[in-house]
Each structure stands twice: as structure tokens, then as C-alpha cells.
């Protein structure tokens, strides 16, 4: 069965540190691996898309690596900022599925000023 | 990247009521589409796959015959809650699959609250 497992399920930081978010996930045949960001009451916004021969891919302060032979990714925020509060959600999705991808339940990032 | 609207964006209704929701694609063209639920703290859960002058594909456990999908052009993709309930009260985004990398694009997102 494909699962896709994010952690922590939340977290607390002070405005200006960085964090890292995981995600590990079991979906065969693998084609690429997505993290979007959510906040509350919108809905996701791609931040980055890596395919199996990617190890990371940046997109300003969000930096995701992807190591295919662990089948596991982070998410790393540098220099965070109040407006990184949201959910993030990771998203795997198989080969030949038509696009129907495997969604993590997102870690929730919290920044404190 | 490329834009999904959603409308409309919020929508409050009476129970036993019918809702429609829209979902367009504006800068490209999109063949299959998605339609996911979200309470809240929880993650999309997957309803149904809409696919271009084609019948929609329904998740174990969704009622087709409650949730209207019509995907008419390759722009355009529409969920229909029939006769709603105050339990069909959700967060409802769909997404738009580009062919190209194989992307998914969301909505914003349609809040329903049904009284």
C-alpha cells in the first residue's frame, strides 16, 4: 500500500531559525515527489517537484532533497519568517497512476516573532 | 506556475439544497482533474478523478449520486453537492493535472457551510 509519512506533525520555531521537515514514503513505482505549502483556509501552493534522479531542488528559502534509495525527503527552511506558518504537506506520486498521488497529513509550522 | 480558480470561494446553504462548485484551469488545459475534501487539521482526502468527456472516477466510500462531477471542456470541471447535509459541510479544493510534468495545480479552495 503507498503511505506517505511526514514529521514531526508539528512544530514551534522562533522567527529567524531554521527547521527541516521529513517524509518518508513507500510509493512504487516512483515518479516524483512534491512539497506544497498550505495555509489555513487556502488552499496548497507547489514549493518544489523532484523527480528520481533530483537530490534537491531549491526554491528561495526552501531547499527539498530527495534521497530515492531511502525513500525519504526533507524540507529545509532557512531563516524562517511569521508568514512560513502553515501546513506542509508532502506528496508522492506513482508512475502510470494518471497523476493520483499519495498525500502526507503535513507537518504544521508554527513561527514565533 | 500555473493558475486553478475555484469558484464560488465560500457559499452557505440551507440543508437539502444543491451546491455547484467550479474549478478552471486558466493558462493551460487540463484533461484530468481532481476533487479533494478537507476537514479541519486534517489532510485532502481524494473524493473523485474527473476526466475530460469521460464519467468520474469515485473514491471508496463517495457517493457519486451526491457528488455530481461534470468535466465538459478541458478547462473546466464542476462538483455538484446534491441535496446537502450539515455533515457536507467542508473545506472542497480541486486540482488540475498538467500533462506536461505531471503537476498538480490547486484551487483556492471553496468553503461550504450548510445550515
Redesign the interface.
Known sequence: KNQVEQSPQSLIILEGKNCTLQCNYTVSPFSNLRWYKQDTGRGPVSLTIMTFSENTKSNGRYTATLDADTKQSSLHITASQLSDSASYICVVSAKGAAGKSTFGDGTTLTVKP | ?AV?S?HPSWVICKSGTSVKIECRSLDFQAT?M?WYRQFP????M?MA?SNEGSKATYEQGVEKDKFLINHASLTLSTLTVTSAHPEDSS?Y?C?A?YSG?????????T?LTVL
Open positions: 506556475g486553478v475555484q484530468t481532481f487539521k486534517q489532510s485532502l481524494l478523478t473545506f479544493i486540482s493535472l510534468n505531471n503537476e498538480q495545480f490547486f484551487g483556492p479552495g468553503r
